[in-house]
């Protein structure tokens, strides 16, 4: 049996990050990984969702100007799009194995525990000093009846045809990005929410203006409705609610994601999970000595997102190498959905601290900047939380929220206060950060 320094259990941003750091190391390390490597973000995730996005901007902001200066709105070709798509993204799998293979042993395929310390792929057995779950996590799929007419993200981000009539379930940051993408590609889209309302994330202000510019482009959402079963019929697919029936061609399951645990057999271990991911301590270290795990598989406050999987990353191999003692302490964190428009934060939610008196939240709308009226955008809004007079939260919904909201962070993590920022930045005119010093106490 091979003994490593370490192994890492999958290939995600999150071991990649930590597969790079240890290549500059005399570490024995191993990778297995048994789907694609580079894990999701890269091939089915934020990349490829980001790249078809910049096209579907410009089709919606297109027709948002008609009248307004522009004549004659964009069209999406989404056969076009995705080829271009998949010539770009298709190599990366492969190209990624072989990063990892110039400095590391690899293995394809799935690893399972056969005890605390042993980790078993293809037949091969393996321990190692330290061994690293970085599994990420995994669609949900919906255990109705007809689920197999069910498709996830994955597929709907290589879809070479684009359907006529899309239904999404679930309308959380896949299923509205989604929705967005092919709705702007001309599909007739139909959204099932088992709640009264989307991203709980932001505020219900900012939910409602997204959902009211969604509906205004034709978008349908059916609101605290639960799906009971899909069939098959001669003209298409049959979603059948407790709210009654949507026809459809194609079904997108967006109703979540769960920890990418199933193949690990961690029954043969004293690893404690739990439906949020798998356990870990301050230095990420499981319930068992020696076994770690990072990124989205683990369970945690934090949102599970590339750039936390990253820091991870970087942090248990400062641990693992001795450069730090410290348990993990995460930074100022921004999120956001890349809908149309967007919506970001940062920080404190203004919703949750409405009624406290130890906290002021003032909004802005941003329409009547020359910047946002030239775009015709009648909806970007901005909200500020303050605590005795320092910046905690921001959010925005808004045609460019991401951009913007990046504009607070480093002044809510950092601890800025308005004149420390008006003395020592001068932004660009008339961008939303010129604007951000005049808006802070």
């Not at 309308?171 to 007739?188: D, I, K, N, P, S």
């Not at 409705?225 to 949507?246: R, S």
């Amino acid at each position: 049996m091979k003994k490593y320094d370490e192994i890492l259990i999958g290939s995600g941003p999150a071991a990649y990050k930590m597969a790079n750091l240890l290549a500059q190391t005399d570490h024995q390390v191993l990778v297995i990984e048994g789907f694609e490597y580079g894990g999701t973000c890269p091939n089915y995730g934020c990349e490829p969702k980001i790249f078809l996005e910049g096209a579907a901007r410009t089709v919606l902001q297109s027709q948002q100007l008609l009248g307004h200066g522009i004549s004659q709105p964009a069209t999406l070709d989404w056969k076009t799009l995705m080829q271009t798509k998949l010539n770009r993204f298709d190599p990366w799998p492969n190209e990624t194995r072989e990063i990892i293979k110039k400095s590391h042993d690899i293995e394809d395929g799935y690893a399972k525990f056969i005890d605390n310390q042993t980790v078993e792929v293809n037949g091969h057995q393996y321990q190692a000093d330290h061994i690293i779950i970085a599994t990420g996590q995994t669609p949900n799929v919906l255990d109705i009846p007809g689920k197999e007419y069910l498709h996830t993200s994955y597929d709907v981000l290589s879809l070479k045809e684009l359907p006529k009539r899309i239904t999404v379930i679930g309308a959380g940051f896949v299923g509205l990005e989604l929705a967005t993408l092919v709705a702007a590609a001309g599909a007739e889209v139909t959204i099932i929410v088992h709640s009264e309302r989307v991203l709980r994330e932001f505020t219900k202000a900012e939910d409602e203006a997204l959902v009211a510019a969604m509906k205004q482009r034709g978008i349908k959402f059916s609101f605290n409705t639960n799906t009971q079963k899909v069939t098959q019929e001669k003209d298409g697919l049959v979603v059948t609610t407790d709210h009654g029936e949507v026809k459809t061609d194609y079904i997108l399951d967006a109703t979540g994601r769960r920890p990418n645990i199933a193949k690990l057999s961690l029954e043969n271990t004293a690893i404690k999970y739990d439906r949020h991911g798998i356990q870990v301590d301050g230095n990420l270290m499981t319930t068992v000595d020696g076994v770690y795990a990072i990124g989205d598989v683990v369970s945690r406050k934090e949102p599970k997102l590339t750039p936390v999987a990253e820091f991870e990353g970087q942090y248990l191999v400062d641990y693992l190498l001795g450069k730090t003692k410290q348990t993990i302490t995460y930074p100022t964190i921004g999120q956001a959905a890349f809908t149309y428009p967007e919506v970001a934060r940062v920080g404190v939610n203004a919703d949750e601290v409405v009624n406290d008196s130890q906290y002021q939240v003032k909004t802005f709308p941003l329409k009547f900047s020359s910047l946002y009226a030239g775009q015709n955008d009648q909806i970007s809004s901005l909200t500020l939380v303050f605590k005795d007079q320092q910046l905690v939260g921001a959010s925005e919904v808004g045609d460019y929220a991401a951009d913007d909201i990046n504009n607070f962070l480093p002044i809510i993590g950092l601890a800025i206060d308005g004149a420390e920022y008006r003395q020592k930045l001068m932004a660009i005119y008339p961008t939303l950060g010129d604007k951000v010093g005049s808006l802070l106490p």
